[in-house]
């Protein structure tokens, strides 16, 4: 049975890690139509309510109206971005 201390020098010697698998040069995913209407919103939801503290609020409010938008004009706002 190998220690511990054992198991993680031969993980250190074999020169891998848990990093090696992101990278810095992957590319980022496209936001989803969702976000891209959060960017949006935030703004102007803000401007009209600056009372409003945190995220969640915001976040609560942009999915209310998210929901309440019709297919007609979501997929518009969604290949704007």
Known sequence: MRSKANGDTAF??????????????????????????????????MEKHPEAKGVAAVTKAAGEKWRSMSDEVVVPVALNN
Do not use: D, H, I, M
């Not at 250190?12 to 976000?35: C, D, E, I, L």
């Open 12 to 45: 250190k010697a074999s020169g891998k890690n848990k990093t090696a698998t992101g990278g810095v040069a992957k590319p980022k995913r496209a936001p989803t139509p969702f976000f891209a209407f959060l960017a949006e919103f935030r703004p102007q939801y």
